[in-house]
Each structure stands twice: as C-alpha cells, then as structure tokens.
C-alpha cells in the first residue's frame, strides 16, 4: 500500500472492535482529520439525528482531501464508500468483541 492510498480511510467493524480507537490513532499519525460517524449520528439523550441531518453532516465532515472515518452506518454509505481510498476491516473473535462489549457495560 503506497502513502497516497490513506487520503481518506474507513475503519469498519462490530461494536467493541476498536473502531473510533485505531481511526483516532491513524488519523493522529497521518495528520489529517478524524471523523466518528456516532459523533455526526447521535443527538442529546441518544435521540437519532434525522436523515438528512446525519447525511448532511457526513457530507460536511467529509468534504476534504483527507481524513479517516469510523463507522458502519448504511444511511451514508453511499456518500462514504466512493470517496474512500482505504477500507480498514476489523473482524476480531467473538471472545475478544464480547469481553470488550462486557467491561464497556460494566
């Protein structure tokens, strides 16, 4: 993989896999933004932004030359998906994504 592959990176994956945590990283070494699709998601009280709204600030969030993205919500794929450069695929076992999902919990 060549340096100008990782222009705009999505970082996929189950709940507990580490997503936000190894976008922010690789954002943080790239220098480039990092944009958390829950961030752009969820309202006050975890109510759901409207459609539009979410797809609007995805559209904004992601209108650069350059950043990495987590998340995996099929509403904004299509606004995600073409631009990216790079699929990152977290596909940890079960043991691991439950055990991190139980201390989220606790």
Same mark, same amino acid.
């Given at each position: 993989?060549?340096?100008?592959? !990782? $222009? $705009?990176?999505?970082?996929?994956?189950?709940?507990?896999?580490?997503?936000?945590?190894?976008?922010?990283?690789?954002?943080?070494? !790239?220098?480039?933004?990092?944009?958390?699709?829950?961030? !752009?998601? @969820?309202?006050?009280?975890? +109510?759901?932004?409207?459609?539009? &709204?979410?797809?609007?600030?995805?559209?904004?969030? +992601? &209108?650069? #030359?350059?950043?990495? !993205?987590?998340?995996?919500?099929?509403? &904004?794929? #299509?606004?995600? @998906?073409?631009?990216?450069?790079?699929? &990152? @695929?977290?596909?940890?076992?079960?043991?691991?994504?439950?055990?991190?999902?139980?201390? $989220? +919990?606790?």
């Amino acid at each position: 993989m060549k340096p100008e592959d !990782l $222009r $705009r990176v999505v970082v996929v994956g189950t709940s507990c896999a580490g997503k936000t945590t190894l976008a922010r990283e690789l954002a943080s070494g !790239l220098g480039c933004p990092h944009v958390e699709l829950d961030a !752009l998601f @969820w309202e006050a009280d975890w +109510t759901e932004a409207a459609d539009e &709204v979410f797809r609007e600030r995805t559209r904004t969030a +992601t &209108v650069g #030359d350059r950043w990495v !993205l987590d998340g995996n919500y099929s509403r &904004v794929v #299509d606004i995600v @998906w073409p631009r990216a450069t790079a699929v &990152v @695929w977290l596909n940890l076992g079960f043991a691991t994504v439950f055990s991190r999902a139980v201390r $989220r +919990t606790w």
